[in-house]
């Protein structure tokens, strides 16, 4: 079965300082992984998604994450936190397929609150 | 480009009460979601449109949820009837289905359910 573990609820940074929000995930196959970032009363924003290639991704907001097959892991970084990066992040896995496919499913992890501080 | 609209954004109701949420997608985009998002928990598929046809329902509660997107636009999502355990934001997205690439899912603001 598909799964995704963010192992933290919550993470606490200083602005400034870099930030790491932890995934892992359980899906046979290569999967397509992804972030979203959701902030109060808000629906979620696309941040960036591993499909094929390049173990690091980048994406909006100066966020990047890495995929680690070995590890099943795709943290998301910033090297320089915000206080307005402070929001709930989501990570999520599509099972791999038919890129042809059209079943699109999303499985999302608890998702981890980041706060930064001034 | 306009978003992915969701009405209404809060609605409360009575334990079985029925409701209904609306949703249109980003123009074009031919794959509609509905998710479900229990307070501490990350967003659950209820079901999938690819156009006007469902793909991917394994998850919806049939007995009491349906859902449906005549035109292939606009969808709407029912509880008939409510329960307690149905408290949750849902969520609509829409993706781009261009074959041969994995296309992200855009979220609209959700629509904030109670119920009493």
């Known amino acids: 079965a598909q799964s995704v573990a963010q192992p933290e609820d919550q993470v606490n940074v200083a602005e400034g300082n870099p930030l790491t929000v932890k995934c892992t995930y359980s899906v046979s196959g290569n999967p397509y992984l992804f972030w979203y970032v959701q902030y109060p009363n808000r629906g979620l924003q696309f941040l960036l998604k591993y499909i094929t290639g390049d173990n690091l991704v980048k994406g909006s907001y100066g966020f990047e994450a890495e995929f680690n097959k070995s590890q099943t892991s795709f943290h998301l970084k910033k090297p320089s936190a915000l206080v307005s990066d402070s929001a709930l992040y989501f990570c999520a896995v599509r099972p791999p397929g038919d890129r042809g496919s059209t079943l699109g499913r999303l499985y999302f992890g608890r998702g981890t609150q980041l706060t930064v501080w001034p | 480009e306009a978003g992915v609209a969701q009405s209404p954004r809060y609605k409360i109701i009575e334990k079985r009460q029925s409701v209904a949420f609306w949703c249109n997608p980003i123009s074009g985009h031919a794959t509609l979601y509905w998710y479900q998002q229990i307070l501490g928990q990350g967003p659950k598929l209820l079901i999938q449109?690819?156009?006007?046809?469902?793909?991917?329902d394994s998850q919806l509660p049939k007995d009491r949820f349906s859902a449906e997107r005549l035109k292939g636009v606009d969808s709407t999502l029912k509880i008939q009837p409510a329960k307690l355990e149905d408290s949750a934001v849902y969520l609509c997205?829409?993706?781009?289905?261009?074959?041969?690439?994995?296309?992200?899912?855009?979220f609209g603001p959700g629509t904030r359910l109670t119920v009493l």
């Open positions: 997205a829409s993706s781009s289905n261009r074959r041969g690439r994995i296309n992200e899912q855009f």
């Open positions: 449109f690819q156009n006007n046809g469902v793909v991917d």
